[in-house]
């Protein structure tokens, strides 16, 4: 048994997700006294990073969709055991920029290979390791789209590429993964001031562990 804590970051593009976990890195480190690590997929590993090229190269337009999946489950097998259980039987915190949920809701959703077939796969890689926590970062894919536009001066990868319906295949699925583990999933509604988004997470994270933070 490990007193480690897994804690996983999801939504769609644009949600902002990993601008607030950057922010709420330090407020956590001020609550805890053990280690937090932030990690982040596609990557988190050498090999992992090395199949992240490979997965969002925009050259690879020509990609077999069950292909990317087998590649998403690949980087995710390495990033567990190079980076995610060594840390969790450290008792570390591990807080994850993304996760097997993102997997089944861009290739299993997005791309419409679906839901039990992605997770088959990934039930493979990762054989039993959950998130003890998910937060979710919701968004109407129209409002993330424009944030991208707005960020990246038009600096998008091969995925964000993909047209409108698309991420709202991605954002439904998420909806349907939180609907049949609500205890595990949470939602945060990232449509609204950033500060206030920080505030919901850390609250979700502070009231979820009590016995590894002070409030
Ligand atoms: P990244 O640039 O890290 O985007 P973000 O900052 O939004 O997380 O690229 C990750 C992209 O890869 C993003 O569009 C989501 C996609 N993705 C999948 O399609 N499946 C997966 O399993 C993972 C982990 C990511």
Not at 73 to 97: F, G, M, T, W
């Amino acid at each position: 048994m490990t007193n480690g804590i897994f804690i996983s970051f999801e939504g769609p593009d644009g949600a902002g997700k990993t601008t607030a976990l950057n922010t709420l890195l330090p407020m956590l480190e001020a609550k805890t006294t053990k280690e937090i690590i932030t990690t982040r997929e596609p990557g988190g590993s050498p090999i992992a990073e090395k199949i992240r090229d490979l997965i969002l190269d925009v050259k690879n337009l020509e990609m077999d969709d069950r292909t990317e999946a087998l590649l998403y489950a690949a980087q995710r097998r390495q990033h567990l055991v190079d980076r995610i259980l060594p840390a969790l039987e450290a008792d570390k915190i591990v807080l994850s920029d993304r996760f097997v949920d993102s997997s089944i809701a861009y290739q299993g959703g997005g791309r419409q290979i679906g839901e039990a077939e992605v997770k088959s796969i990934n039930d493979f890689a990762i054989e039993d390791t959950m998130p003890e926590l998910t937060v979710y970062f919701d968004i109407p894919s129209e409002v993330g789209l424009q944030r991208i536009k707005k960020d990246r001066d038009g600096q998008q990868d091969r995925l964000e590429k993909e047209k409108l319906e698309f991420h709202q295949r991605v954002r439904h699925t998420y909806l349907d993964l939180q609907a049949q583990d609500p205890k595990r999933i949470k939602v945060i509604n990232a449509n609204q001031d950033p500060t206030q988004v920080v505030e919901d997470v850390l609250e979700l994270i502070l009231t979820k562990f009590p016995q590894a933070f002070s409030k």
